[in-house]
């Protein structure tokens, strides 16, 4: 017995769900200068102020890297770390693990989509 002291370090977290998320949110701001602007007019939303949304294309290299950070740490949670569960746990399962990988690769593609877009978005408004 360690004195009735309980452990300093924290039980890891069963879900890359927090990771996964915030790597999907930094990559939709990442492209919110440039795919914001054809979002809106694809939804008939215009007027002059799309224009200011350009005022965060000075930020979009810091995005991009949360973006990669967060999907770093979700990838090394799903495919690096050893999971630790109960025997019980719905963590503990194989098939939960699979279609968390599933929507990891899904999130993965979107946010690519998305940070890539100043690239490939010029083909598509001629």
Known sequence: MNGGRQSDSPAPSSTPGGTLFAG??????????????????ALGISGSWIGNLTALEP??????????????????????????????????????????????????????LMVAFPWYGPLFIK
């Open 24 to 41: 999907l949110l930094a990559g939709v701001t990442a492209s919110a200068c440039c795919l914001g602007p054809v979002v809106f007019l």
């Open 59 to 112: 930020y979009r290299p810091v995005f991009i890297g949360l973006t990669l950070l967060f999907l770093g740490l979700a990838f090394r949670r799903l495919y690096l770390v050893p999971r630790e569960c109960a025997d019980k746990a719905p963590c503990a399962t194989a098939d939960t693990l699979s279609r968390q990988r599933r929507i990891f690769w899904i999130v993965t593609g979107v946010v690519g």
